[in-house]
């Protein structure tokens, strides 16, 4: 990568986020300092980025999407239910000269599905979200989750810390083939996004989960 920290963040700080963002789509732009921090991890500890192909789901205006395009993923696909917040996202790629890498996509997550036939078989899949909480959909974050692991070889995934949530997750993915394999907490500063919100900015904790598949010898990383 050609960029340093600094300059990725300067980046992803300067794009543009959600316009009028829809309070049932828990639509809030993750923070340009946790973006990068996470691709960073992701890239640099486990070689998940580079030359991967990278899914982003629930993309929104795209900033994990384009921090994996600077850290060298081969493509980006980010998928989101809504027009309008991938409509900023193609302004964001356009004008950062990203066309060639990410590529957008207006999916509800639910019916959402990519064959894994369709891949290059020496291409890692790495699924990176910050799914809706399901503070306005009641598992809203579960059906991302089960969806990513149907096309994923490794998933990260942004998750509120709450040892509720932690219980919730640990007996949640039992039922498909996958396991926990890294939780890293961050700090995740939520700036005022809808009418409620009382501060100017918020921190919240986050965990970031990296999920791996049982047994998966080519890309436990
Ligand atoms: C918390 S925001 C994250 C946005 C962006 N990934 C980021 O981190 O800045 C959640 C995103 O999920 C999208 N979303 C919510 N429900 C969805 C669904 N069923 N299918 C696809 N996208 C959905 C929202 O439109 C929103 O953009």
């Avoid at 039922?175 to 919100?197: G, Q, S």
């Amino acid at each position: 990568m050609k960029l340093s920290k600094k300059e990725l963040i300067s980046i992803i700080q300067k794009t543009e986020s959600f316009i009028n963002p829809k309070i049932e789509l828990e639509q809030y732009c993750i923070d340009a300092n946790c973006a990068v921090d996470i691709i960073y991890y992701a890239g640099f500890e486990y070689n998940d980025i580079n030359n991967a192909f990278i899914i982003d789901l629930g993309a929104g205006t795209g900033r994990l999407s384009i921090a994996s395009a600077f850290f060298n993923a081969s493509y980006v696909l980010s998928v989101d239910i809504d027009m309008f917040a991938l409509e900023i996202l193609k302004r964001n790629i356009l004008s950062l000269g990203l066309s060639q890498v990410i590529f957008p996509m207006c999916a509800d997550i639910e019916y959402f599905e990519i064959s894994r036939r369709l891949l290059p078989t020496d291409m890692k899949v790495t699924t990176i979200m910050n799914p809706p909480f399901g503070v306005q959909k009641r598992f809203a974050d579960r059906v991302f989750l089960g969806k990513s692991f149907n096309f994923s070889d490794v998933v990260y995934s942004i998750h509120l810390e709450h040892p509720k949530v932690h219980k919730f997750i640990t007996n949640y993915i039992k039922r498909y083939n996958w396991k926990i394999d890294n939780v890293f907490p961050f700090n995740l500063v939520l700036e005022r996004t809808f009418p409620f919100h009382k501060k100017k900015a918020k921190q919240i904790t986050v965990n970031v989960y990296r999920f791996i598949k049982k047994n998966n010898k080519n890309f436990d990383g």
